[in-house]
């Protein structure tokens, strides 16, 4: 099966420094929507009746839309009020069916996500057949990641460190994990934000999207990561821009909270060679991001963006704009307690 997203899947890789290279993708999410729907059809799971259902209020959606175009399935995809309406109008457009949980179903434990969960559950309950791609707890979400590995082993040879933003978990474990397996000391730096529990934090607003989350999902293996860093929306939207304006890279704010850390990192070792995950483009965030007025709104112009992190001995500590925790490769329960 030959798809125009094929296409999208393989990073650019751009070197920014010395020993700084950032894997740059259109849409990252298209791998594991990729794999995810041609496993199961291969496995016959996507008869020509079959609806695909998921949870997702961010790119993982618009990849499985994108997917569900060329398998000619229907999509229905369950959603909250945060999603960005940019994307809403791509999804709908392409022909899924975006189902929103009301404003106040995000006010009770695990918030929107626990939520849109529950309504999932009940779509997939009216359907006959359907299938559900489960990003956060399918393990082939980080079994797709391979493709990543492969291509950053064999253009820029040994990777000493990889920096990241983690939501569900698959894109860090999974392309960690496959390098560690012909170099183990590859180091893995997570990048999250306030208010997600991921990494221990008590759960609050979140206004930078597309990391972290309000629940602990499956495939996110904490014992992958060395270090995690915790950066504000201020924070991230400064380096999002500082990184445009620098280097000429239009991408998203997950990609410039990753950005913040990696090159920090890289400054500070200088004979390892660095790898930042840049998840996608900046095309969603010209209304916002990029735009002067609205980050003056919001008061997200104010930060002076600090030269290093604020190193914390406690995970639940990270309270500073930006803020660096030493995990060591640790279980949730190791560090945080049952």
Known sequence: MTEATAAYQNPRLVR?????????????????ARYILRRAAEQGLLTPDTVIVETTSGTFGLALAMQAVHLDRRLVLVSDPAIDERLYRRLTDLGAVVDRVPKEAGDGPGGFQTARLNRLA???????????P????????????????????????????????????????????????SDPHCRAIGVDTHGSVLFGQPEGHRELRGLGMSVLPANLDHRVFDDVHWCSAAAAYQATRELHQSHALFMGPTSGAAYLTARWWAQQNPDALTVVMMPDEGYRYQDTVYDDAWLAEHRHDRLLLPAEPKIVDLA??????WTGFAWGRRSYGEVVGP
């Open 16 to 32: 920014l420094g010395p020993n700084l290279w950032a894997a740059c993708f259109t849409l990252m999410k298209l791998i594991p």
């Open 122 to 132: 009940e779509v997939r309950a009216g359907l006959e057949h359907s299938f559900c």
């Open 134 to 181: 489960e990003q956060y707890t399918n393990p082939d979400n980080p079994r797709s990641y391979a493709i990543v590995s492969e291509l950053l082993r064999e253009r820029l040879g040994r990777v000493d460190c990889v920096v990241g933003p983690v939501g569900s978990g698959g894109s860090m474990c999974g392309t960690v994990t496959h390098l560690r397996r």
């Open 316 to 321: 639940a500590a990270a309270d500073a704009a």
